[in-house]
């Protein structure tokens, strides 16, 4: 099996695997490697270890070199460029006329190409863009459409939790959503409550919707027949949080809500496996 390092580019980005060849590396030691568009300044996030052959994309590439100061000053400097860099697009773009949003740039470590990251409702004509913009920047462009979830992740921000974003700290891609995930865990289906600032459902949804899920394995289904001391019931609601169940009583009794051990019902149809017992 290939020994490998595992190496970020950016704060919650993909990680992407390397030889470190003769080099001697660890976590959070900062490195060159080569890539697909030349050199580029990441940082060590997985340290040496052996992967399968199916965990990596051929062919391996390789460390060229730990990092030193005039790597650190080339990555600054590389930054003040890319904020020169957004500001002729910028204007570029109300020159052309196009309809697109800057989002971003990124400058290679070798400044060879300046990647440009934008948003757009449709596709959008920039090849004469591109053209003026090489002119100007004397380099290779090359600019990219994203889209709103993309967006997000590259701007960052606070989510409607106060915390920083998921996209953006922790999460290195991103994953389906769906409103079953946000019914599972009793949501409301309001899009303003569980939707990000991105506009799309809200990542946390997908990666919490699993702890649900294991805990509502200990909790009767909806629709279940329960016993509970005001009598026998059927099962609306399941409140994870709170650890309550919410019963409509039978004769007429309305609603009510209990504790998990106040229930106690059978599972299947009919079953004889009591998960819990009512309390008396």
């Not at 580019?9 to 590396?25: L, N, R, S």
């Not at 990441?42 to 062919?59: A, N, R, S």
């Not at 920039?126 to 090489?134: N, Q, Y």
Request: proline share 4%; hydrophobic share 35%.
């Amino acid at each position: 099996m290939p020994k490998v390092v595992g190496v970020r580019f950016k704060q919650a980005g993909k990680i992407y695997y390397f030889d470190p060849e003769v080099w001697q590396v660890s976590r959070g030691d900062e490195v060159i490697v080569e890539t697909s568009r030349g050199q580029e300044y990441g940082t060590v996030v997985v340290p040496l270890q052996e992967v399968g052959e199916d965990e990596v994309v051929q062919p391996l590439k390789k460390v060229v070199r730990t990092a030193n100061n005039k790597d650190r000053e080339r990555v600054e400097e590389n930054r003040r460029r890319e904020k020169e860099a957004l500001r002729i697009c910028a204007g570029k773009i109300q020159e052309h006329g196009l309809e697109m949003k800057l989002v971003d740039a990124e400058y290679t470590f070798d400044r060879n190409r300046v990647i440009i990251f934008f948003t757009a409702d449709g596709r959008v004509d920039f090849r004469e863009l591109v053209k003026d913009l090489a002119g100007t920047l004397k380099t290779r462009i090359e600019l990219r459409q994203v889209g709103v979830r993309d967006e997000a992740k590259i701007l960052g921000g606070l989510g409607p939790c106060g915390r920083a974003l998921c996209c953006c700290s922790f999460l290195d891609d991103f994953q389906p959503v769906s409103i079953r995930m946000a019914k599972q865990q009793n949501l409301s289906l309001n899009p303003s409550k569980i939707s990000g600032i991105c506009g799309r459902l809200m990542c946390c949804l997908r990666f919490e919707c699993g702890t649900y899920e294991d805990a509502k394995a200990g909790y009767p289904p909806n629709g279940a027949r329960v016993e509970t001391p005001r009598g026998e019931g059927k099962v609306t609601t399941v409140n994870v949080v709170k650890g309550t169940v919410q019963v409509e009583l039978a004769n007429g009794g309305g609603d009510a809500q209990f504790s998990l051990q106040e229930v106690g019902w059978r599972e299947g149809n009919g079953g004889t496996c009591c998960k819990r017992s009512a309390r008396s």
